[in-house]
């Protein structure tokens, strides 16, 4: 799975984090890998994108992923795999990727090719240390990641226009971390960020893309229900 370039995703799990302060340690010193000036697949592009997502079940300790792929022209899916395993670190928020991570790399391992992008149930810079989920996961894979999360996480946003399409902001203070997008008229919008390798508009265009008929993308709803069917047959 590895691209050249990026870090070494074996070393990184072999030490991965036991506690809070090596985990923050390990955001810290990963951020430096988050490319940022590429601006990512066109929205149209002849290839394949992926959604990955988890399912939790806190009291066997156990977390199952998936990994589903599209044809990003014909949003059919050409390729899924799921994983389980066992939950690698406790639940605090801002450090979530340390519990999803290692099982959510082996469904992607257990695909057939590599996906060309990848859309996480997640955040990518709108992050307190500016590295969630997505660009954790770009790191660690060299692939291009999109984080695309149901709320604002700690920041805020003036609501978007009604109509399907419309922006707005996400702020941490001045700074601009990620975008609201409304997906659909009239419904609370979702907020999306860059993960790893994508520039924001085209993180946004991907995603408006992939919401055909939903307030969340084809890749996090195909994914989600995949990963907790795994979930209900260990």
Same mark, same amino acid.
């Given at each position: 799975?590895?691209?050249?370039?990026?870090? *070494?995703?074996?070393?990184?799990?072999?030490?991965?984090?036991?506690?809070?302060?090596?985990? #923050?340690?390990?955001?810290?010193?990963?951020?430096?890998?988050?490319?940022?000036?590429?601006?990512?697949?066109?929205?149209?592009?002849?290839?394949?994108?992926?959604?990955?997502?988890?399912?939790?079940?806190?009291?066997? =300790?156990?977390?199952?992923?998936?990994?589903?792929?599209?044809?990003?022209?014909?949003?059919?899916?050409?390729?899924?795999?799921?994983?389980?395993?066992?939950? *690698?670190?406790?639940?605090?928020?801002?450090?979530?990727?340390?519990?999803?991570?290692?099982?959510?790399?082996?469904?992607?391992?257990?695909?057939? *090719?590599?996906?060309?992008?990848?859309?996480?149930?997640?955040?990518?810079?709108?992050?307190? #240390?500016?590295?969630?989920?997505?660009?954790?996961? =770009?790191?660690?894979?060299?692939?291009?990641?999109?984080?695309?999360?149901?709320?604002?996480?700690?920041?805020?946003?003036?609501?978007?226009?009604?109509?399907? =399409?419309?922006?707005?902001?996400?702020?941490?203070? =001045?700074?601009?971390?990620?975008?609201?997008?409304?997906?659909?008229?009239?419904?609370?919008?979702?907020?999306? *960020?860059?993960?790893?390798?994508?520039?924001?508009?085209?993180?946004?265009?991907?995603?408006?893309?992939?919401?055909?008929?939903?307030?969340?993308?084809?890749?996090?709803?195909?994914?989600?229900?995949?990963?907790?069917?795994?979930?209900?047959?260990?």
């Amino acid at each position: 799975m590895m691209i050249p370039g990026t870090v *070494s995703r074996d070393d990184e799990l072999r030490n991965w984090p036991a506690d809070e302060a090596a985990a #923050r340690a390990a955001q810290d010193r990963l951020r430096r890998h988050v490319v940022l000036d590429e601006p990512g697949p066109e929205p149209d592009f002849d290839g394949t994108v992926a959604g990955v997502d988890v399912a939790y079940d806190d009291e066997r =300790g156990v977390v199952a992923a998936a990994a589903v792929v599209l044809d990003a022209r014909t949003l059919r899916v050409v390729d899924e795999a799921t994983a389980v395993g066992p939950v *690698s670190f406790p639940y605090v928020p801002g450090l979530l990727a340390f519990r999803e991570i290692p099982t959510v790399l082996d469904a992607l391992d257990r695909l057939a *090719s590599l996906p060309d992008l990848v859309i996480c149930d997640g955040y990518g810079l709108a992050h307190p #240390r500016r590295f969630g989920l997505a660009s954790h996961l =770009g790191v660690l894979t060299g692939l291009p990641v999109i984080g695309v999360g149901k709320n604002p996480f700690t920041f805020t946003y003036e609501a978007p226009e009604a109509e399907r =399409g419309a922006t707005s902001a996400l702020l941490d203070g =001045g700074e601009e971390v990620g975008r609201a997008l409304r997906t659909r008229r009239g419904v609370k919008p979702i907020f999306v *960020s860059v993960g790893h390798r994508v520039g924001l508009d085209r993180a946004c265009a991907h995603t408006l893309r992939l919401a055909t008929k939903y307030r969340q993308p084809e890749t996090t709803r195909i994914a989600d229900a995949l990963c907790r069917r795994a979930l209900a047959e260990v």
